[in-house]
């Protein structure tokens, strides 16, 4: 077991279900990830294999079939993921989100419904805010939804959905009016939908089409879609909580987890880059000796370390601090902020390292260094990260004067 990256005070437990998740990451993942993405292809025996492993339901109460774990625990297995390969842990993220929110919001009769199948890897989950002109402000969301009779009417066109084409549950966040009046600020009168729907493109219901792939310069193998809304139909009861106007709410609990779960990626991406640099820097030679041994490349190697140490350290406090459930959108923020940038320097650095060789296909760094910069922006730009670090150091330091 390497030296980077430790968890003290692990149960039994936990630390057996991250070394299976280990095992299955070095035999299953890392051999065939870059041929895999450089494909673009969905890797449906891993996902299988994940499955079998009852990943799926990894958070997902054992009432509902599932293992019932903490956040710690599934933010350290998807550490392991994306130290394979970061599509991977994309493909569960989203997943555990809509189950999070489900766990932590939906009705009983939704929680009935849903969970069990979700934690067996039978329905397949993906969430949906961003819009093609919103960018980061989600009060400016236009998609809406208007009540008719015993359902509701959805219209509208949503982007960036991870899991788009290969999930059969979105939950949709849209604006609904009814029951507030004009003038409500804008996140009292968002609602969350939960839209079962086929698995693949096209018109997978009456009113829903998902158009197909979008491709993208990393961040391959998972499918990234639109989704367009037209006249869709959905009954009164997949509101999600039974009520609207708390989907902004809901959204936000869920995308808070999710942070964690991206600075989980940054660690498991940085250490992926570290591990193939310090290797690197042993196998090659120059002026007569491998280049660790050279000064310069050496104190890469220690900036690496100690970035891949700190994120893991800062991501680590932020799930155990949701876990004891405490709030933790100042730790997630800066968390998710300090891995993602610390993920894309140890990426570079490890790049720099291969020199020539890092810029050629056949070296696993190639696809590294093109994955990293989607963490930049995923679950809240760097930007977004900062504003609300910002803003809660603000209410925990208020000046009284």
Known sequence: MARLAQTAGLTDVQQEILSTVRDFVDKEIIPVA?????????PQAIVDGLRELGLFGLMIPEEYGGLGESLLTYALCVEEIARGWMSVSGIINTHFIVAYMLKQHGTQEQKDHFLPRMAAGDIRGAFSMSEPGLGSDVSAITSKAVKDGDAYVLSGQKMWLTNGGTSSLVAVLVRSDEGHPEGTAPHRSMTTFLVEKEPGFGEVRPGLTIPGKIDKMGYKGVDTTELIMDDLRIPADRVLGGVTGRGFYQM??????????????????????????????????TFGKPIAQHQAVQFKLAEMATKVEAAHAMMVNAARKKDSGER???????????????????????FRIHGGYGFSKEYEIERLYREAPMLLIG??????????????????YRFQG
Do not use: P, W
């Open 34 to 42: 870059t041929e895999l993405e450089h494909r673009d292809e969905y």
């Open 252 to 285: 936000m609990d869920g995308v808070e987890v999710g942070r964690v779960n991206v600075a989980a990626r940054g660690c498991g991406v940085a250490q992926r880059a570290f591990e193939l640099g310090v290797r690197y820097a042993q196998q090659r030679h």
């Open 328 to 350: 933790n959108d100042l730790e997630a923020g800066m968390a998710k902020y300090l891995a993602s940038e610390y993920c894309k320097e140890v990426v570079e650095d490890s």
């Open 379 to 396: 679950e809240g730009t760097a930007e977004i990260q900062k504003m609300i670090i910002g803003r809660r150091l603000l209410e925990e």
